[in-house]
């Protein structure tokens, strides 16, 4: 594809409730990686795939946060029991491998938990 | 734990200047370094990356830096425009994953 997508652009949920955030990576690329932006706060590290596996999921902030990736292609992000502070500016990203390759960016998914 | 640290953290100057955002951090064990624009409610674009074995890469208007020893990378931005008004993050990689600094906000006033 032209760029990384994602879907929803924006989200609004109640507490309590569960969300799906997608990615679609640049067609080819293997790896994927997911990060947070917080408002008032640097991006922060979630989640990144080789493949369709997950080798360092050390950034998830909780068990309530899980991710997967099928065909080495789409990946879903999952919130449960969503929280206010889990509002944030979702970004994902993908590079043609996991090494030294530059990151390409989506323009992200905006969650608001009310 | 890397951190990253990005100074100023915002910046207002008049159309033509020429300026140099600063990014630290602690650890050198890096592959390599990336800045990267951010415009508001948009996502992230790539300007420059930086290997880790190499000193600067350029593009356009933009040149960027690489101390490794000392952790730290400059982007100089030559006769700025209007147009150049965004937050500019810097990241480093090590391992698999990137740290970003909190960003620096530019704004160029015409």
């Known amino acids: 594809g032209a760029g990384v997508s994602q879907s929803p652009s924006n989200k609004v949920t109640e507490k309590g409730k569960d969300v799906e955030l997608r990615c679609d990576p640049i067609?080819?690329?293997?790896?994927l990686y997911w990060y947070r932006q917080s408002l008032g706060q640097g991006l922060e590290f979630l989640i990144y795939?080789?493949?369709?596996?997950?080798?360092?999921k050390s950034g998830l902030p909780s068990d309530r946060f899980s991710a997967e990736r099928t065909g080495g292609s789409v990946s879903t992000l999952t919130i449960q029991r969503t929280q206010q502070e889990d509002s944030a500016v979702y970004l994902c990203a993908s590079s043609l491998d996991v090494g030294m390759e530059t990151q390409y960016f989506g323009p992200g998914t905006r969650l608001l938990v009310l | 734990k890397q951190e990253v640290t990005q100074i100023p953290a915002a910046l207002s100057v008049p159309e033509g200047e020429n300026l140099v955002l600063n990014c630290s951090f602690t650890?050198?064990?890096?592959?390599?370094l990336q800045w990267f624009r951010q415009d508001p409610g948009k996502g992230l674009t790539s300007l420059l990356l930086?290997?880790?074995?190499?000193r600067e890469q350029t593009s356009g208007r933009l040149n960027a830096s690489l101390d490794k020893s000392s952790g730290r990378s400059t982007l100089y931005i030559a006769a700025s425009q209007p147009g150049d008004s965004a937050t500019y993050l810097c990241a480093v990689r090590g391992g698999n994953k990137l740290v970003f600094g909190a960003g620096t906000i530019l704004r160029v006033k015409s």
């Open positions: 067609s080819g690329h293997t790896a």
């Open positions: 795939f080789q493949g369709n596996s997950a080798p360092d």
């Open positions: 930086i290997q880790s074995s190499q």
């Open positions: 650890d050198s064990a890096i592959y390599n």
